[in-house]
């Protein structure tokens, strides 16, 4: 079991550009979570999965930010017109069942935008 | 949404020596965890624990639900026990959870 599996690792994109980050969770998980962490503001939950159906996305900035979860296997994280402040490591996790048990997360990707 | 607090911010010890860190939170939790994070590593789960007291090797956690607070005790420090140290809670039932700033703690051999 490779643990929840995050790509890229590192991503690096100027001020208005696109960024698309993958996650995938331990198989036969069916929760998926996004988190941001910055040193300044800590860990912020953004957004969640339950098997396949968004759940919660009360952490989402509304407007440049979404997420998808199209099958069992994979989510990703779009970021449309990257700002600086949206510098930061997204860390992905996923759970059993989404209804109360432990969170595995992933390594994050680190987002730097220049 | 809930406040998590985490005392102390950061933590130096001697290899060997005991450490104590808390985490307050403002509502009660349906559900807690404390995590630890290696430097520029992932965020591991070490307890899942909403009431009550539970042990794995060196650690114990103990937390009083009706005081909104939890512990974290690592007994007989060791180097490899440096890095930080988050609780989190979730008390919407949704498993959103709020995380607290983290205790960075250091233990120096």
């Known amino acids: 079991n490779a643990g929840v599996i995050q790509t890229p690792r590192h991503k690096v994109t100027g001020k208005g550009q696109e960024a698309t980050l993958w996650c995938e969770p331990i198989?036969?998980?069916?929760?998926v979570f996004w988190y941001r962490q910055t040193i300044v503001q800590g860990l912020e939950f953004l957004t969640y999965?339950?098997?396949?159906?968004?759940?919660?996305d009360s952490g989402m900035p509304k407007e440049r930010f979404s997420a998808q979860m199209p099958n069992q296997s994979h989510s990703t994280l779009k970021i449309q017109s990257t700002q600086p402040q949206d510098s930061a490591v997204y860390l992905c996790?996923?759970?059993?069942?989404?209804?109360?048990?432990?969170?595995?997360f992933g390594h994050g990707t680190k987002l730097s935008v220049l | 949404g809930q406040q998590v607090q985490q005392s102390p911010a950061s933590l130096v010890l001697q290899e060997g020596e005991n450490a104590e860190l808390q985490c307050n939170f403002s509502?009660?939790?349906?559900?807690l965890q404390w995590f630890y994070q290696h430097p520029g590593g992932r965020l591991v789960s070490l307890f899942y624990?909403?009431?009550g007291t539970k042990h794995t090797g060196r650690l114990t956690s103990t937390t009083v639900t009706n005081e909104r607070r939890s512990s974290l005790h690592i007994s007989s420090s060791q180097t490899t026990d440096s890095g930080t140290y988050f609780c989190?809670?979730?008390?919407?039932?949704?498993?959103?959870?709020?995380f607290g700033k983290g205790t960075s703690l250091t233990v120096i051999p």
């Open positions: 509502s009660t939790a349906t559900r």
């Open positions: 996790a996923s759970s059993l069942t989404g209804k109360g048990e432990r969170l595995f």
């Open positions: 624990n909403p009431s």
């Open positions: 999965f339950r098997n396949q159906a968004p759940i919660d």
């Open positions: 989190a809670i979730d008390d919407t039932g949704y498993q959103n959870f709020y």
């Open positions: 198989s036969g998980h069916s929760a």
